[in-house]
């Protein structure tokens, strides 16, 4: 890394530091089953920040967080932005050779997990337990030799993992501005204050409960329910005992409800779904059963959020998201091949114009990349339409990006990984569809005689985090290609 250290004000990590200091609600954690008050909140916060400062966590370390969902996730973000290291945020269930890769490519020097997550010791130099009050714990630890990564050193900047649209994943840099502007974008829309209550089900470390779950009660002074063991049943449990009043949740989750038991959403004030696109059928059978409309939110890594569609606007959800946030700015521009494609006129990519945008992607090679027009605006990827009441509809997406539950896969990045293993010749990843309309990852594979499906699923284990793992794997003579080589993804199992 450079010695030049970034001291734009727009990096600053402040602002966010600035509502963690003046945070009132409450974290209930649920699978401790105690509550952290605003006091313990800050008490907890404090000593974490000494003991990383005392372990030798730098201003412009960067630091992988591996911390599912609960208090500690806001303490140790906030704790690791206070000593001004950078925290890489990434699943809580992603593998040590995972964890690995993101090290070496972007020269990660320290790792943060919850405590008792022993496997990551494989890629550690040393490691240490931290005692965060009598309740919890992380594990601080070393990567052997840190990747030297030339560029500007990044002084408290938080760094989230995006899949874009193509290519390997990026890394997004999302500082203390654009957070909290998301934030109130989210909280002017929605009317949200220290008054509410949300439960943190998408992963805290993901774009989407990040800005919805994290950084908006920070802002306001809202509790949060968390629990790292999601269920319907614990769901059931947590709006009878806690007063819950916004509820982000996934497509997928509204259809288990559909078939579960009754739950009482009496206290609830909004239902939101994002990650992929809310079947109309779906939504119209939920709010004939509960009476509860949802709410499609839309946004983006890069972004922040986007949309949020109102009460009314979830009447109509089949792709429509609502009109754009306070502070944001969206057009439609037809791509060069919308005929071939099949667009109707007003139909194109959306591009958003936003102040909770990043300020640029962080390339391997330390370079800070700004991928916007020279009017500001971000092109999504996304195929849209913009209706005459202003609200945005949302028809498909470009590229050969595969969307799991609301998380995104980039193909090259599961068949890179599958094309190290010994004795595979070639691979193709892509996209499929389940008859409930959700998409998966499948995978056809050339491998030399005795690779089985099951040594595949075991490698793909070991190497990826559970969203990225194929659920189909067809073993392949070679992969079909036309006389040009490129290969037939029609023709795939």
Known sequence: MSSTLTSDSIWSPSPILDAADSYRGEIFDLDLGRKVTSDLFHRL???????????????GDRVLVTVGNGPLFPIALTALLACEASPLLVHVMTPPAELSRYAQRFGVKWLVAAGG???VDSVLEQHGMILVGDDWSVLLGRFHDPTNIPGPILKGVPLHPTSGSTGLPKIALRPGFPAMEEARHYTATMAIGEDDCLMAIPPMSHAYGYGVTTMVPLLTGASIVTTAKFSIKKLAQVLREHPVTILPMVPAHIDILLFGGTVDFGRLRWMLTAGSMMPRRSAVQFRKKTGVTVCPLYGTTETGGI????????????????????????????????????????????HVKSSSMMTGYLSDSGEILQPWDDEGFFETGDISKIMNDGTIHLRGRTGEMINVLGLKVV???????IAAMPGVREVKVYGGKLASRGEIVKAAVAADPGITEMDIRAYCDANLVYYKRPHSVALVEQLPRNPAGKIQVNELP
């Open 117 to 119: 997550d022993e496997q």
């Open 45 to 59: 916060r404090e000593g974490l920040i000494q003991s990383f400062r005392a372990k030798g966590i730098a201003a």
């Open 307 to 350: 949309a949020v569609a109102t009460i009314a606007d979830g009447e109509d959800v089949d792709g429509r998201v609502g009109p754009p946030m306070d502070g944001v700015e969206v057009l439609v521009r037809a791509p060069a091949d919308a005929k071939e494609l099949g667009l109707e006129p007003g139909v194109g990519k959306l």
């Open 411 to 417: 193909p090259c990045e599961v068949e890179e990984t």
